[in-house]
């Protein structure tokens, strides 16, 4: 009687298929973590009431957004330059993201 099976080449062939997979995942997964935290930063001025402990000076800004020259943006925003040991980045987080408009 003949062994039935599959081939070793059809295999190493699948096993070869399944590390590209999880080489391309890991991949594909470190970059939308970088997206992830370029698209939350605020890109102009972030401006907080209570910076929190341990903020280097110049990340928060004291005054609140200018209406007459700037647009506040809706959602939850971080500042620009955070530091990346923060171990909570929400209360980091901005209470008003202004950016300058026309």
Not at 13 to 40: D, M, P, R, W
Not at 94 to 102: A, P, R, S, V, W
């Amino acid at each position: 009687m003949k062994g039935q099976g599959l081939p070793i080449s059809t295999i190493i062939i699948a096993a070869l298929g399944i590390l590209v997979l999880v080489v391309i995942g890991a991949i594909f997964g470190s970059q939308i973590t970088k997206f992830g935290k370029a698209a939350s930063e605020c890109s102009g001025r972030c401006y907080k009431l209570n910076a929190p402990a341990g903020a280097p000076p110049g990340i928060y800004d004291a005054n609140k957004c200018n209406a007459e020259f700037e647009t506040k943006l809706s959602g939850s925003y971080i500042p620009k330059n955070m530091p990346s040991s923060v171990a909570n980045p929400s209360e980091w987080r901005c209470d008003e993201c202004c950016i300058l408009t026309g």
